[in-house]
């Protein structure tokens, strides 16, 4: 396979691209659509045949015996994370942002407070804050072009009303892999203020040569408060499949999650379970490896091409697809180095303020395209940034 290869995805109900002239006014003639976080790629073959096997037997029941789906994801996460997972500990929720509900539905009550360490994605907050809680923003430091936890100011912020917290595993967006040092600090913050540990570890597969991601799970002594959340959706880029995983080695947490999954009525959706099985295999672990590698090259190109522009600088990434670009140094008002983005170059991105505190000068680009795309996008950015050199 080759992620070098065009893919067309208008009029498919891509919200990448279909829904980029609509919501950002970027035309769809010849826009750039670098915003939604999925990729430009087909997933490996495995997982597409997953599917085409089931179209092909073309009987759509109900799915029964979870026995290969549920050692699927045990072997993965021991074999690419070195985390044991007991099948017993696996839920599978309609995605991520579902399971983020579905903790914040399960662990809290209206009123009380979620801790958040922003700029993160931002689903989190809106889940959050539709159920009635309270958004709770502990905004991290960047340090020179790399965000770093301030326990110090977050524990002065703590009021007694927070119940969760939301890790992000890797961070999305900057792309930090936590080190054992920051996971136990998260950790010993969560003992400290007695919160529910929510690890969301949807990035842990995008891990750029050079930086090792932990499992939360694995840090000693937060098994009783941890929940942690994964899925095959970003890395095999089956997003539309809405199917993750919340994993809870805890009995006690675990039987409050499955009376709330009961209460609500919810189960699988079998294509969903079919891909994550396949997915999940030697041939995917393969196809992943190769798929670090096209990244790493786009990350590269586009790392070069921002630094190149004075006044911009791209966070270094060691994680995700996502590209943290700071437009501070340009002195620029927000609308105005947007609107050279959107309406100039003509690219769809995400903008810095929807992930929260320290969010406010940062335009989020999204590589996951093939590498003659992105070049097109840096040479936009750089002549609508033309006047700056
Ligand atoms: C940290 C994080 N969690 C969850 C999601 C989305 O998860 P899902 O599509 O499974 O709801 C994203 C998507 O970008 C994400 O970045």
């Not at 590498?371 to 040479?379: D, I, T």
Request: hydrophobic fraction near 40%.
């Amino acid at each position: 396979m080759s992620f070098d290869e065009i893919i067309d995805r208008f009029g498919t109900h891509c919200a990448k691209w279909d829904m980029m002239e609509p919501i950002y006014g970027v035309p769809a003639k010849d826009g750039i659509a670098m915003w939604v976080a999925d990729m430009d790629f087909r997933p490996p073959a495995c997982v597409q045949k997953a599917v085409e096997d089931m179209a092909a037997h073309g009987i759509y029941g109900y799915w029964g015996g979870e026995g290969d789906y549920k050692n699927a994801i045990c072997w993965w996460m021991s074999e690419r994370h070195g985390w044991t997972v007991d099948p017993e500990w696996i839920f599978t929720t309609h995605g991520l942002v579902h399971g983020t509900g579905m903790c914040v539905d399960t662990w809290t009550a209206p009123g009380d407070g979620v801790v958040l360490m922003t700029p993160v994605y931002h689903a989190f907050a809106r889940v959050i804050r539709s159920a009635g809680r309270e958004v709770v923003e502990c905004q991290m430091v960047n340090n020179n072009g790399r965000y770093e936890m301030d326990f110090d100011a977050w524990d002065a912020q703590m009021t007694g009303r927070e119940k969760l917290m939301i890790l992000c595993s890797p961070h999305n967006p900057g792309g930090r892999v936590w080190t054992r040092e920051e996971l136990e600090g998260v950790a010993a913050f969560a003992k400290r203020h007695d919160l529910i540990l929510v690890s969301d570890e949807i990035h842990h597969d995008l891990v750029y040569p050079g930086a090792t991601h932990i499992p939360m799970a694995n840090i000693e002594g937060i098994e009783d408060r941890l929940v942690m959340m994964s899925a095959t959706t970003k890395t095999f880029n089956i997003a539309g499949s809405h199917t993750g995983n919340v994993i809870i080695p805890d009995p006690d947490l675990r039987k409050a999650f499955a009376t709330r999954m009961s209460a609500l009525g919810l189960s699988p959706n079998s294509f969903g379970l079919a891909m994550t099985t396949a997915a999940y295999s030697p041939d995917g672990a393969a196809w992943v490896d190769e798929l670090i590698v096209y990244l790493d090259g786009n990350r590269k190109l586009l790392d070069a091409a921002v630094e190149s522009i004075p006044g911009l600088a791209s966070m270094k990434m060691e994680s995700t697809y996502l590209a943290w670009v700071d437009f501070a140094g340009t002195g620029m008002e927000r609308d105005e180095f947007t609107r050279r983005v959107q309406k100039d170059a003509r690219i769809a991105i995400n903008h810095g303020p929807t992930f929260g505190k320290g969010g406010e000068s940062f335009l989020r680009f999204n590589f996951a395209t093939p590498r003659s795309v992105v070049n097109e996008a840096m040479e936009r950015l750089t002549t609508a940034f033309a006047d700056l050199q």
